[in-house]
């Protein structure tokens, strides 16, 4: 465990902090995540980051691939729960990428002192030009974006999200519509949350179409079941695996440092097996009074005649 400074605090990531490290707490394996002394360690700041400037094209593949299909006639559905045809679910996912990436512009706009835009010249703006100018002003003030503190912003939820939220919650229910309009007191922590949540609803969208995830032939460290499927990235790299056994999500790096520690177990086990063998055989012979075959003792009936 790392050394515990007061001014440190563990990264925002909790579980699945990109710098998280193992451990047995009570016989239990725990992943515990980096200290820091921002709200998020500095590789999983920068995994955000990396985030935001991969978001454009995401939004541009998720627009392209899924999103026209909302012009009427022919409707793709992904799975079958929950039934919402697809078109409808990509044109609500799109609009709050883009809703939620400019709040947070705005929000950066305001701490570091920048023109804050013209609210009527920025809602005419295309949405993919608006997400774009936003992940690029958010990459460029990553660490203000993160340090912000809790303020009151609106945000959009369906109306069983909504009423999963605290008691007392400011909001308006838009019952007929099917959504809820809440105000929510986000932080930079949220805000890094909610970038990678959205990227990953995104992607989700993407990956949900292709193939089936392959299954790897390593067990998982956590339960030691074999139930490990890779991960890919929406653009089909390899992004680490997922256990359907126990859940556990395997970065990229864990997941290397694992298959390398596996194979070369088994290679250490399959070089210890002609060996074994071999001794065994040693002492088959050397019970039965019989001498091996590689032997050079020279067998008794030679002696004997000699
Ligand atoms: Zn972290
Ligand atoms: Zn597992």
């Known amino acids: 465990m790392p050394e515990t400074s007061v001014d440190q605090r563990p990264c925002a990531r909790g579980e699945r902090c990109a710098a998280r490290t193992i451990t047995t707490l009570n016989g239990?394996?725990?992943?515990?995540?980096?200290?820091t002394y921002r709200t998020y360690c500095d590789p999983c700041r920068d995994h955000v980051?990396?985030?935001?400037?991969?978001?454009?094209?995401?939004?541009?593949?998720?627009?392209?691939?899924?999103?026209?299909?909302?012009?009427?006639?022919?409707?793709?559905?992904?799975?079958?729960?929950?039934?919402?045809p697809l078109s409808l679910g990509v044109d609500a996912l799109l609009r709050e990428v883009v809703t939620v990436l400019a709040s947070w512009e705005e929000r950066v706009r305001t701490v570091a002192r920048l023109a804050v835009l013209d609210t009527q010249a920025s809602r005419r703006r295309p949405d993919g030009q608006a997400l774009d100018a936003a992940c690029r002003l958010l990459a460029a003030h990553l660490?203000?974006?993160?340090?912000?503190?809790?303020?009151?912003?609106?945000?959009?939820?369906?109306?069983?999200?909504?009423a999963k939220l605290p008691p007392g919650t400011p909001g308006v229910v838009r019952e007929v519509a099917g959504y809820a309009e809440v105000i929510l007191d986000l932080s930079g922590a949220d805000a890094g949350a909610e970038i990678l949540?959205?990227?990953?609803?995104?992607?989700?969208?993407?990956?949900?179409?292709?193939?089936?995830?392959?299954?790897l032939p390593v067990p998982c460290d956590w339960c030691s079941y074999a139930e490990l499927y890779e991960v890919l990235t929406w653009d089909g790299r390899p992004d680490g695996a997922r256990c359907r056994e126990c859940g556990y999500e395997y970065s990229d790096?864990?997941?290397?440092?694992?298959?390398?520690?596996?194979?070369?177990?088994?290679?250490?086990?399959?070089?210890?097996?002609?060996?074994?063998r071999r001794l065994a055989a040693a002492e088959y012979g050397a019970l039965s009074g019989r001498t091996p075959a590689c032997s050079a003792v020279v067998p008794d009936d030679e002696r004997m005649s000699a």
């Open 253 to 276: 790096n864990e997941y290397t440092l694992l298959r390398g520690r596996v194979y070369a177990e088994e290679l250490a086990r399959a070089e210890a097996q002609p060996r074994r």
């Open 49 to 84: 980051g990396a985030i935001l400037a991969g978001l454009p094209a995401l939004y541009v593949r998720v627009h392209g691939e899924l999103g026209h299909h909302s012009g009427g006639g022919e409707r793709v559905t992904v799975s079958r729960t929950p039934p919402v």
């Open 143 to 162: 660490d203000a974006l993160l340090a912000l503190r809790p303020e009151p912003m609106l945000r959009v939820r369906t109306i069983p999200e909504a």
């Open 28 to 35: 239990q394996r725990v992943a515990v995540p980096a200290l």
């Open 197 to 215: 949540r959205l990227h990953a609803r995104c992607a989700a969208l993407l990956t949900e179409t292709r193939a089936p995830a392959k299954h």
